[in-house]
């Protein structure tokens, strides 16, 4: 008689990704959050690069 595999249980799931991921951190309280403050975007190379293409492959 062949076995028929029963699915696993909504408790035996929640088991399994426990120990496959573990537990989530706590949460960020929101006194401990902070604003994001906007800054100039950054630039690709220094503006006194001698060649742009030597820069590029060295940096």
Not at 17 to 37: K, M, N, S, W, Y
Request: proline share 15%; glycine share 6%.
């Amino acid at each position: 008689m062949p076995m028929v595999e029963q699915p696993f249980t909504d408790d035996e799931y929640a088991f399994l990704r426990h120990i496959r991921f573990g537990e989530l951190p706590p949460p960020v309280r929101p006194e401990d959050q902070v604003a994001l403050t906007e800054t100039d975007p950054g630039r690709d190379r220094p503006e006194n690069a001698e060649d742009p293409v030597r820069w590029n492959v060295q940096g």
